[in-house]
């Protein structure tokens, strides 16, 4: 007897699978180095305008003085009275200050100074600093003495204005190390006679960071 015929298999149809559309590599680098060359550019220009900002404008706005006197031994007391105004001219980058410190001086010697709190200058800004500077028996040299008690009978005497301060930088996310500021405002010519603040001429500070 002849063997039965086996049962005819099923096959189930093949579906031949697409080809996957790759990248084309040529595109992918040259995209790859335009962003790179748009990310190198902005890190330079970032830098460069942190490490080398504009310089900063400083000029003394008006000036007065209070109480001034000169006791025979050539000690001064007065408290002066100034108006500085800070300009940051830079249109991206920001100013912290971290310190400063104003003082004033007759020809070079120190007769008063102050500390100023903290504070952050924003681009474009105009920032005015009132402040009073107190001379409390402060010995003066016979020059200085003698020539200050001469400018004080013609009515007016001339003094300085010294701002040190220590500054960063920020643009973006970019900060610069603290740096030394510092400005002086020369000459700073103050009626003694009047304490108002009104006809004082502007005088620009030379500044150096």
Known sequence: MAPPN???????PHHQALPARGLNPVLCIIV????????VGLAILITYL????KRLVY???AASVQDFAIAKDDHISAKFNYVIKSYNP?????????S????TAHHNQSVAHKEIPAFKQHPKNDTRIETQLVSHNVALSKFNAKDLRDETTKGVIEM??????????KTWILRSR????????TPVMIDVKSNSLNGFQRVLCRTRL
Do not use: D, N
Not at 178 to 185: D, N, Q
């Open 6 to 12: 086996p049962p005819p298999r099923r096959t189930q």
């Open 32 to 39: 790859a180095l335009i962003l790179l060359g748009l990310l």
């Open 50 to 53: 942190t490490l080398r900002p």
């Open 59 to 61: 000029t003394v706005e």
């Open 90 to 98: 830079e249109k991206h980058v920001s100013v912290k200050y971290h």
């Open 100 to 103: 400063m410190r104003i003082s």
């Open 160 to 169: 300085e204005v010294y701002i040190t301060a220590r500054v960063s930088y």
């Open 178 to 185: 603290r740096r030394t500021l510092k400005a002086v405002c």
